[in-house]
Protein backbone atom coordinates (compact mmCIF):
# COMPACT_ATOMS: atom_id res chain seq x y z
CA UNK A 1 0.00 0.00 0.00
CA UNK A 2 1.58 3.36 -1.48
CA UNK A 3 0.84 6.09 1.33
CA UNK A 4 1.13 9.72 0.62
CA UNK A 5 3.66 10.83 4.13
CA UNK A 6 5.83 8.86 5.71
CA UNK A 7 4.07 7.22 8.81
CA UNK A 8 4.57 8.61 12.34
CA UNK A 9 4.62 6.37 15.60
CA UNK A 10 5.21 8.20 18.77
CA UNK A 11 6.04 6.23 21.95
CA UNK A 12 2.51 6.02 23.21
CA UNK A 13 1.48 4.67 19.94
CA UNK A 14 4.33 2.30 19.58
CA UNK A 15 3.40 0.74 22.92
CA UNK A 16 0.09 0.04 22.51
CA UNK A 17 0.65 -0.78 18.76
CA UNK A 18 3.65 -3.88 20.75
CA UNK A 19 0.71 -4.59 23.53
CA UNK A 20 -1.94 -4.91 20.66
CA UNK A 21 0.67 -7.24 18.62
CA UNK A 22 2.06 -9.34 21.57
CA UNK A 23 -1.58 -9.61 23.41
CA UNK A 24 -3.89 -9.55 20.77
CA UNK A 25 -7.07 -7.63 20.53
CA UNK A 26 -7.90 -5.90 24.03
CA UNK A 27 -10.25 -3.24 24.97
CA UNK A 28 -8.64 0.45 26.63
CA UNK A 29 -8.84 -0.98 29.94
CA UNK A 30 -6.77 -3.75 29.25
CA UNK A 31 -3.98 -1.86 27.74
CA UNK A 32 -3.65 0.56 30.62
CA UNK A 33 -3.65 -2.15 33.20
CA UNK A 34 -0.92 -4.11 30.66
CA UNK A 35 1.01 -1.18 30.66
CA UNK A 36 1.82 -1.21 34.01
CA UNK A 37 1.57 2.53 34.22
CA UNK A 38 2.79 3.78 31.49
CA UNK A 39 -1.02 4.41 29.39
CA UNK A 40 -3.48 5.92 31.40
CA UNK A 41 -7.22 6.06 31.48
CA UNK A 42 -7.29 9.64 31.28
CA UNK A 43 -4.69 9.56 27.42
CA UNK A 44 -5.59 6.37 26.45
CA UNK A 45 -8.99 6.71 25.03
CA UNK A 46 -7.79 9.89 22.91
CA UNK A 47 -4.75 8.11 21.83
CA UNK A 48 -6.35 5.07 20.55
CA UNK A 49 -9.11 7.34 18.48
CA UNK A 50 -6.37 9.01 16.80
CA UNK A 51 -4.44 5.39 15.87
CA UNK A 52 -7.30 4.55 13.73
CA UNK A 53 -7.61 8.02 12.26
CA UNK A 54 -4.82 6.85 11.01
CA UNK A 55 -5.21 3.07 10.27
CA UNK A 56 -3.34 1.59 12.66
CA UNK A 57 -5.97 -0.34 14.92
CA UNK A 58 -9.60 -1.27 14.32
CA UNK A 59 -12.30 -1.55 16.32
CA UNK A 60 -15.22 -3.00 16.88
CA UNK A 61 -18.02 -3.32 19.31
CA UNK A 62 -17.97 -6.56 21.63
CA UNK A 63 -21.56 -8.07 21.15
CA UNK A 64 -23.38 -7.91 24.23
CA UNK A 65 -25.26 -10.79 26.17
CA UNK A 66 -29.36 -9.95 25.74
CA UNK A 67 -29.87 -8.98 29.47
CA UNK A 68 -26.69 -7.21 29.88
CA UNK A 69 -26.55 -3.84 31.00
CA UNK A 70 -24.34 -0.51 30.14
CA UNK A 71 -22.65 0.12 27.39
CA UNK A 72 -21.01 -2.63 24.75
CA UNK A 73 -17.12 -2.24 25.34
CA UNK A 74 -14.73 -1.22 22.19
CA UNK A 75 -12.10 -4.19 21.35
CA UNK A 76 -9.08 -2.89 19.35
CA UNK A 77 -6.52 -4.55 17.31
CA UNK A 78 -4.14 -3.86 14.89
CA UNK A 79 -4.40 -3.20 11.23
CA UNK A 80 -1.79 -4.51 8.75
CA UNK A 81 -0.63 -1.30 8.46
CA UNK A 82 0.19 -0.36 11.75
CA UNK A 83 1.89 -3.83 11.92
CA UNK A 84 3.95 -2.26 9.19
CA UNK A 85 4.84 0.67 11.02
CA UNK A 86 5.46 -1.44 13.88
CA UNK A 87 7.93 -3.53 12.23
CA UNK A 88 9.18 -0.69 10.35
CA UNK A 89 10.37 1.29 13.62
CA UNK A 90 11.89 -1.46 15.61
CA UNK A 91 14.00 -2.08 12.05
CA UNK A 92 14.83 1.77 12.52
CA UNK A 93 15.35 1.74 15.94
CA UNK A 94 17.74 -1.59 15.48
CA UNK A 95 19.56 0.36 12.77
CA UNK A 96 20.51 3.22 14.98
CA UNK A 97 20.91 0.95 18.01
CA UNK A 98 18.08 2.98 19.57
CA UNK A 99 16.69 1.95 22.96
CA UNK A 100 13.26 0.95 22.49
CA UNK A 101 11.07 1.99 25.47
CA UNK A 102 8.92 -1.01 26.60
CA UNK B 1 -23.68 -6.80 47.10
CA UNK B 2 -23.98 -3.91 44.18
CA UNK B 3 -22.82 -0.71 45.63
CA UNK B 4 -24.58 0.91 42.91
CA UNK B 5 -27.60 -1.14 42.45
CA UNK B 6 -29.49 2.12 43.87
CA UNK B 7 -28.47 4.99 41.34
CA UNK B 8 -31.22 5.22 38.33
CA UNK B 9 -28.83 5.89 36.01
CA UNK B 10 -25.84 3.60 35.09
CA UNK B 11 -22.46 5.35 35.70
CA UNK B 12 -21.00 7.57 33.50
CA UNK B 13 -24.25 9.14 32.29
CA UNK B 14 -23.62 12.30 33.31
CA UNK B 15 -20.32 12.36 31.81
CA UNK B 16 -21.44 11.31 28.66
CA UNK B 17 -24.34 14.18 28.60
CA UNK B 18 -21.72 16.68 29.06
CA UNK B 19 -19.69 15.38 26.23
CA UNK B 20 -22.17 15.50 23.79
CA UNK B 21 -22.34 18.93 24.42
CA UNK B 22 -18.82 19.53 23.87
CA UNK B 23 -18.17 17.27 21.28
CA UNK B 24 -19.31 15.43 17.73
CA UNK B 25 -20.71 12.32 17.82
CA UNK B 26 -17.83 10.58 15.90
CA UNK B 27 -15.83 11.73 19.29
CA UNK B 28 -18.07 10.56 21.24
CA UNK B 29 -18.27 6.71 19.80
CA UNK B 30 -14.67 6.42 19.12
CA UNK B 31 -13.12 8.21 22.40
CA UNK B 32 -15.87 8.57 25.27
CA UNK B 33 -17.95 5.69 24.40
CA UNK B 34 -15.21 3.09 24.92
CA UNK B 35 -14.32 4.74 28.24
CA UNK B 36 -17.21 5.30 29.88
CA UNK B 37 -18.21 1.33 28.79
CA UNK B 38 -15.09 -0.15 30.48
CA UNK B 39 -15.73 1.91 33.26
CA UNK B 40 -19.18 0.51 33.73
CA UNK B 41 -17.70 -2.92 33.21
CA UNK B 42 -15.01 -2.21 35.65
CA UNK B 43 -17.60 -1.35 38.29
CA UNK B 44 -19.32 -4.56 37.71
CA UNK B 45 -16.38 -6.67 38.00
CA UNK B 46 -15.26 -4.48 41.32
CA UNK B 47 -18.97 -4.90 42.56
CA UNK B 48 -17.75 -7.64 45.24
CA UNK B 49 -15.93 -5.53 47.21
CA UNK B 50 -16.39 -2.01 48.44
CA UNK B 51 -13.18 -1.16 48.72
CA UNK B 52 -12.42 -2.42 45.10
CA UNK B 53 -15.39 -0.75 44.01
CA UNK B 54 -14.10 2.88 45.31
CA UNK B 55 -10.85 2.60 43.94
CA UNK B 56 -11.98 2.19 41.29
CA UNK B 57 -14.34 4.68 40.75
CA UNK B 58 -12.02 7.40 42.09
CA UNK B 59 -9.81 6.41 39.53
CA UNK B 60 -12.32 7.05 36.90
CA UNK B 61 -13.80 10.19 38.49
CA UNK B 62 -10.33 11.09 37.59
CA UNK B 63 -9.72 10.07 34.12
CA UNK B 64 -13.03 11.00 32.81
CA UNK B 65 -12.44 14.86 33.33
CA UNK B 66 -8.83 14.46 32.50
CA UNK B 67 -10.02 12.43 29.21
CA UNK B 68 -12.43 15.62 28.54
CA UNK B 69 -9.33 17.63 28.49
CA UNK B 70 -7.11 15.74 26.40
CA UNK B 71 -9.50 15.21 23.55
CA UNK B 72 -9.27 18.25 21.86
CA UNK B 73 -5.77 18.59 21.49
CA UNK B 74 -5.28 14.97 20.96
CA UNK B 75 -7.87 13.95 18.50
CA UNK B 76 -7.68 17.07 15.79
CA UNK B 77 -6.80 14.46 13.17
CA UNK B 78 -9.30 14.39 10.24
CA UNK B 79 -12.06 11.84 9.96
CA UNK B 80 -12.70 9.89 12.36
CA UNK B 81 -15.29 7.47 10.81
CA UNK B 82 -16.33 10.29 9.04
CA UNK B 83 -13.97 11.49 5.49
CA UNK B 84 -16.58 14.64 5.58
CA UNK B 85 -16.04 16.55 8.67
CA UNK B 86 -13.18 18.14 8.94
CA UNK B 87 -12.46 18.01 12.64
CA UNK B 88 -13.26 15.48 15.20
CA UNK B 89 -13.12 16.99 17.87
CA UNK B 90 -15.43 19.80 18.01
CA UNK B 91 -14.93 21.09 21.45
CA UNK B 92 -11.57 22.47 21.07
CA UNK B 93 -13.23 26.21 20.51
CA UNK B 94 -15.51 25.73 23.18
CA UNK B 95 -13.00 25.10 25.72
CA UNK B 96 -11.28 27.87 24.37
CA UNK B 97 -14.07 29.72 25.00
CA UNK B 98 -14.58 28.39 28.41
CA UNK B 99 -10.94 29.11 29.44
CA UNK B 100 -11.37 32.84 28.26
CA UNK B 101 -14.71 33.21 30.28
CA UNK B 102 -12.71 31.56 33.36
CA UNK B 103 -10.33 34.13 33.27
CA UNK B 104 -12.45 37.02 32.87
CA UNK B 105 -14.50 35.38 35.81
CA UNK B 106 -11.99 35.10 37.83
CA UNK B 107 -10.15 38.89 37.30
CA UNK B 108 -12.58 40.87 39.27
CA UNK B 109 -11.63 38.62 42.19
CA UNK B 110 -7.95 38.80 41.91
CA UNK B 111 -7.44 41.77 39.47
CA UNK B 112 -3.99 43.01 41.37
CA UNK B 113 -2.51 39.46 41.35
CA UNK B 114 -3.53 39.04 37.40
CA UNK B 115 -2.15 42.34 37.17
CA UNK B 116 1.14 42.36 38.58
CA UNK B 117 1.92 38.56 37.13
CA UNK B 118 0.94 39.53 33.32
CA UNK B 119 3.27 42.83 34.10
CA UNK B 120 5.99 40.44 35.83
CA UNK B 121 5.66 38.11 33.14
CA UNK B 122 6.53 40.44 30.61
CA UNK B 123 9.40 42.32 32.34
CA UNK B 124 10.42 38.89 32.85
CA UNK B 125 10.39 37.87 29.00
CA UNK B 126 12.02 41.01 28.11
CA UNK B 127 15.01 40.39 30.40
CA UNK B 128 15.63 37.33 29.44
CA UNK B 129 15.33 38.17 25.61
CA UNK B 130 18.02 41.05 25.94
CA UNK B 131 20.54 39.03 28.66
CA UNK B 132 20.14 36.27 25.54
CA UNK B 133 20.98 38.84 23.05
CA UNK B 134 23.81 40.48 25.05
CA UNK B 135 25.17 36.95 25.93
CA UNK B 136 24.67 34.62 23.19
CA UNK B 137 24.57 30.88 24.48
CA UNK B 138 26.90 28.35 23.84
CA UNK B 139 24.28 26.02 23.61
CA UNK B 140 21.75 27.64 20.89
CA UNK B 141 24.78 27.26 18.45
CA UNK B 142 25.40 23.88 19.37
CA UNK B 143 21.56 23.33 18.83
CA UNK B 144 21.63 25.03 15.88
CA UNK B 145 24.12 22.92 14.51
CA UNK B 146 22.82 19.81 16.17
CA UNK B 147 19.59 20.40 14.37
CA UNK B 148 21.71 20.05 10.81
CA UNK B 149 23.10 17.09 11.70
CA UNK B 150 19.56 16.21 12.46
CA UNK B 151 18.07 17.03 9.12
CA UNK B 152 21.07 15.25 7.57
CA UNK B 153 20.26 11.79 9.82
CA UNK B 154 16.73 11.77 9.34
CA UNK B 155 16.50 12.50 5.85
CA UNK B 156 19.31 9.57 5.54
CA UNK B 157 16.84 7.61 7.49
CA UNK B 158 14.07 8.07 4.95
CA UNK B 159 15.03 5.86 2.64
CA UNK B 160 15.72 3.22 5.48
CA UNK B 161 11.77 3.73 6.53
CA UNK B 162 10.36 3.66 2.48
CA UNK B 163 12.34 0.35 1.99
CA UNK B 164 11.38 -1.27 5.11
CA UNK B 165 7.84 -0.26 4.76
CA UNK B 166 8.02 -1.75 1.35
CA UNK B 167 9.67 -4.87 2.17
CA UNK B 168 6.72 -5.99 4.06
Redesign the interface.
Known amino acids: MALDTLPSLPRKEQLILDLLVAEGPSFGLQLVKLSRGALKRGTVYATLARMEAKGYVESEQEALPPNAIGLPRRIFRPTALGTRVLNAWNVLAREFALEVPR | MNPSAGSSC ?1 P ?1 TLFLRIARLLFAEQ ?1 IS ?9 F ?3 L ?1 EASTSRLTHLVARC ?2 Y ?6 LV ?2 PF ?2 S ?4 GDQSSSH ?1 ASGGWLFTLLYVAMFVGAWSCVQEFMTAAIVAGVVLAWLMRAWNDRHPAVLSILGRETSRDCGKAFSA ?2 P ?3 N ?2 SM ?1
Open positions: PGTRVFLPAVADQNERRWWALPALVTSVIRSIASRLIASIR
